[in-house]
Nanobody
Framework: QVQLVESGGGLVQAGGSLRLSCAASGRTFSINVMAWFRQAPGKEREFVAAISKSSGSPYYSDSVKGRFTISRDNAKNTVYLQMSSLKPEDTAVYYC???????????????WGVGTQVTVSS
């Protein structure tokens, strides 16, 4: 099993920045892709960004491309999401996810964190 623990959420004004972290523990050798999803009230959980351990290549949803940056520290089994130019519509619970295969923008991830709240005020 793999455990994922997110941190770094909070309240920020529009235009501001936040950095989320997600630390993985357990059978981390089985993980290749680490990703971020988000879920706003009344909406489905949506893909935000992902990064592959094998290639290091990031992948972003169109809604965050150019504003968010995903990175990972393989030695620490940690993935980060640097969020800039935040908008009120970025308000959501952000979830870390991990899987052993290739990057997917769907919710077919084996492991999930419990989420961290990000609130962007206007």
């Amino acid at each position: 099993q793999v455990q994922l623990v997110e941190s770094g959420g909070g309240l920020v004004q529009a235009g501001g920045s936040l950095r989320l972290s997600c630390a993985a523990s357990g059978r981390t050798f089985s993980i290749n892709v680490m990703a971020w999803f988000r879920q706003a009230p009344g909406k489905e959980r949506e893909f935000v960004a992902a990064i592959s351990k094998s290639s290091g290549s990031p992948y972003y949803s169109d809604s965050v491309k150019g504003r968010f940056t995903i990175s990972r520290d393989n030695a620490k089994n940690t993935v980060y999401l640097q969020m800039s130019s935040l908008k009120p519509e970025d308000t959501a619970v952000y979830y870390c996810a991990a899987r052993g295969g290739v990057i997917l923008a769907t919710r077919e991830y084996e492991y999930w964190g419990v989420g961290t709240q990000v609130t962007v005020s206007s």
